[in-house]
Nanobody, 123 residues
């Protein structure tokens, strides 16, 4: 059974940092990409970053490039999202999701989703 569990959210002042974690299990790591999405109240879900578990190749949305860093632990069981210089606009529920399509951008291609972790940035 594929399971994804996101954690690490919290309330942070603008300019601060957070590291989100996504613990993944139940699938072959060589065949999947894991992405982070976020959704703020009243806004559409937005993909912010993804990483291929096989080779570590990563991609970022333009809106977060330079502040967000996605990484993978050596065991390939946990994907991290380091968020620096947090802005109030980063406030959202952050989800991690897995897709067998390694270059998938759209959330439509992600078959497995974890429960979100809330990030709230105060100004």
């Amino acid at each position: 059974e594929v399971q994804l569990q996101a954690s690490g959210g919290g309330l942070v002042q603008a300019g601060g940092s957070l590291r989100l974690s996504c613990a993944a299990s139940g699938f072959s790591v060589d065949d999947y990409a894991i992405a982070w999405f976020r959704q703020a109240p009243g806004k559409e879900r937005e993909g912010v970053s993804r990483i291929n578990l096989k080779d570590g190749n990563s991609h970022y949305a333009v809106s977060v490039k330079g502040r967000f860093t996605i990484s993978l632990d050596d065991a390939k069981t946990t994907v991290y999202l380091q968020i620096n210089r947090l802005e109030p606009e980063d406030t959202a529920l952050y989800y991690c999701a897995a897709s067998p399509i390694l270059a998938a951008r759209s959330s439509n291609f992600y078959d497995y989703w974890g429960r979100g972790t809330q990030v709230t940035v105060s100004s």
